[in-house]
């Protein structure tokens, strides 16, 4: 039984997902360690992004979590797209949530600059990868889209709305 459990879990069939996540992390690790897209404006934005790389010595912001976070969840559902089962969990219902919280992302990053994420992985790397992101889960539970599609509609009505007066 063990060998069993062991052979469902063999680096050999997570090969491929393994080797995209080591390239996300080589990615991130170069541009962490050679890029900085913040130029702040004037002395009070120099002085906070001082205070901000002195709380995050390693990863420079809480945003390059969040960058990250991007590039895995991307990788995660182009996986559930190739592999998965029609009854697979990230299927239906769970891709619209993917779906639906990926397009919110991508909608507030494109009404302004302000929804962009800072530091070595910020800019618009998480938003492509939240559009990728948007599609993929599409995709993969269309069913569940088609059949949510008056509740999405609804919801994506009543945030309209309610972002409008935030941005």
């Not at 002395?43 to 390059?64: G, M, R, S």
């Not at 969840?73 to 089962?85: D, E, G, N, P």
């Not at 962009?116 to 990728?132: I, N």
Request: net charge neutral.
């Amino acid at each position: 039984m063990l060998g069993s459990v062991a052979a469902k879990f063999s680096p050999r069939r997570f090969a491929p997902e393994l080797i995209a996540l080591s390239i996300c992390t080589t990615v991130s690790i170069c541009l962490r360690a050679y890029g900085n897209n913040v130029k702040p404006q004037d002395l009070e934005q120099q002085k906070a992004w001082e205070q901000i790389q002195n709380e995050w010595p390693l990863l420079v912001t809480a945003d390059t979590l969040l960058a990250f976070q991007a590039l895995v969840r991307l990788i995660a559902i182009i996986s559930v797209f190739l592999r998965a089962s029609p009854t697979a969990p990230l299927r239906g219902s769970s891709a619209v949530f993917f779906f639906a919280a990926a397009t919110a992302r991508v909608w507030l990053a494109s009404r302004t600059d302000s929804y962009l994420l800072d530091g070595p992985l910020g800019g618009r790397l998480p938003v492509v990868c939240e559009a990728l992101l948007a599609l993929m889960s599409a995709a993969t539970g269309w069913s569940g889209i088609l059949e949510h599609l008056f509740e999405q509609l609804l919801l994506f009505s009543l945030l309209d709305g309610g972002l409008e007066k935030i941005a």
